[in-house]
């Protein structure tokens, strides 16, 4: 199975920040990362596909990168709306795996 | 648009099997363009993939589950389902399904069901 890792587990943050987080695989996975953002008590939602692609109806201010083994999600500015988990996912081969997330909360 | 909403029991004793539903609206199981998952999520933790089927009635599953796993699909209903025999304490958790499109992301979910095994 492809592990997956996230960094940092947690982060605090204030609104207007620019906010970075890292998930990197345990071998490489060419660009077949998504990135799921999760409130609590509800649904992921997914964020970008394929590392690069903004899912229709995400803001602008996310943003993916990263190929291989290493990958970054950006949120150029932290709006309120933003705090939650977020969460990377490969999907190069099964079992699909996720990465442990990324909890973004409020300074 | 497409919406999935998940059925079934919310409790399931030990050594049962829990059998789970999703219902897809506004839209076809059979469009071809997609695949059909289940997830789930233990109590304050991280998602956990289950597996997937098309509507072919192909199916891939997690290894950790397969050997209590089955996956299948009534395109005549629109639905899909989940049966997990010999359930523990340990399966207790919220289980999703979604869709996943042709690249590869799970771009609509249901709302998600909880389900707890206990005496």
């Known amino acids: 199975d492809i592990q997956m890792t996230q960094s940092p587990s947690s982060l605090s943050a204030s609104v207007g920040d620019r906010v970075t987080i890292t998930c990197r695989a345990s071998q490489s996975i060419s660009t077949y990362l998504n990135w799921y953002q999760q409130k609590p008590g509800k649904a992921p939602k997914v964020l970008m596909h394929?590392?690069?692609n903004l899912q229709s109806g995400v803001p602008s201010r996310f943003s993916g990168s990263g190929s291989g083994t290493d990958f970054t999600l950006t949120i150029s500015s932290l709006q309120p709306e933003d705090f939650a988990t977020y969460y990377c996912q490969q999907s190069y081969n099964t079992p699909f795996t996720f990465g442990p997330g990324t909890k973004v909360d409020i300074k | 648009q497409v919406q999935l909403q998940e059925s079934g029991p919310g409790l399931v004793k030990p050594s049962q099997t829990l059998s789970l539903t999703c219902t897809v609206s506004g839209g076809s199981i059979s469009s071809g363009d997609h695949y059909w998952n289940w997830i789930r999520q233990h109590p304050g933790k991280g998602l956990e993939w289950i597996g997937h089927?098309?509507?072919?009635?192909?199916?891939y599953y997690n290894p950790s589950l397969k050997s209590r796993l089955t996956i299948s699909v009534d395109t005549s209903k629109n639905q899909f389902s989940l049966k997990l025999s010999s359930v523990t304490a340990a399966d207790t958790a919220v289980y999703y399904c979604a869709r996943v499109t042709g690249d590869h992301s799970m771009d609509v979910w249901g709302q998600g069901t909880t389900v707890t095994v206990s005496s």
């Open positions: 394929a590392t690069f």
């Open positions: 089927i098309y509507d072919s009635g192909s199916t």
